[in-house]
């Protein structure tokens, strides 16, 4: 006896075996590779979807990137009008939900030195709202 566990006939009948087995697996599954021409062809096919796909992926990720900056910047214009807003009408719409929260964000002193500098016609620079 040898050490081999197999002869060279047997390893040459194991992969006539094997090699058939794998052709008639791929021809099941729509795809021949039992000549060269074949195996071309197969390959030509796998690097066409390759290439396809890549470019896929790269629509998909540009596409992503453009709706997602698209809603950020949506998102950051609607709180910066709402920002600007705020600040045009004073405040004043939200002085009441901030003290209900405890909360103080200006004093009298802060309208008083506001109402020093311009624009002097704002509602809460008039003398009643300074001596509230």
């Given at each position: 006896?040898?050490?081999?566990?197999?002869?060279?006939?047997?390893?040459?009948?194991?992969?006539?075996?094997l090699?058939?087995?794998?052709?008639?697996?791929?021809?099941?599954?729509?795809?021949?590779?039992?000549s060269?021409?074949?195996?071309?062809?197969?390959?030509?096919?796998?690097?066409?979807?390759?290439?396809?796909r890549?470019?896929?992926?790269?629509?998909?990720?540009?596409?992503?990137?453009?709706?997602?900056?698209?809603?950020?910047?949506?998102?950051?214009?609607?709180?910066?009008?709402?920002?600007?807003?705020?600040?045009?009408?004073?405040?004043?719409?939200?002085?009441?939900?901030?003290?209900?929260?405890?909360?103080?964000?200006?004093?009298?002193?802060?309208?008083?030195?506001?109402?020093?500098?311009?624009?002097?016609?704002?509602?809460?620079?008039?003398?009643?709202?300074?001596n509230?």
């Open positions: 006896m040898t050490d081999e566990p197999f002869s060279a006939l047997q390893m040459a009948q194991l992969k006539l075996i090699k058939e087995a794998i052709n008639e697996a791929f021809a099941d599954a729509g795809l021949r590779i039992d060269g021409d074949h195996q071309d062809e197969a390959r030509e096919d796998f690097r066409f979807v390759r290439r396809l890549r470019i896929w992926d790269s629509g998909v990720t540009r596409t992503g990137t453009i709706v997602l900056t698209a809603i950020v910047g949506v998102a950051v214009t609607i709180l910066g009008m709402g920002l600007a807003q705020w600040i045009n009408r004073g405040g004043q719409q939200g002085r009441a939900s901030v003290r209900a929260l405890g909360l103080t964000l200006w004093s009298r002193q802060s309208v008083t030195q506001s109402c020093a500098r311009p624009p002097f016609h704002r509602p809460d620079c008039s003398p009643s709202a300074r509230r």
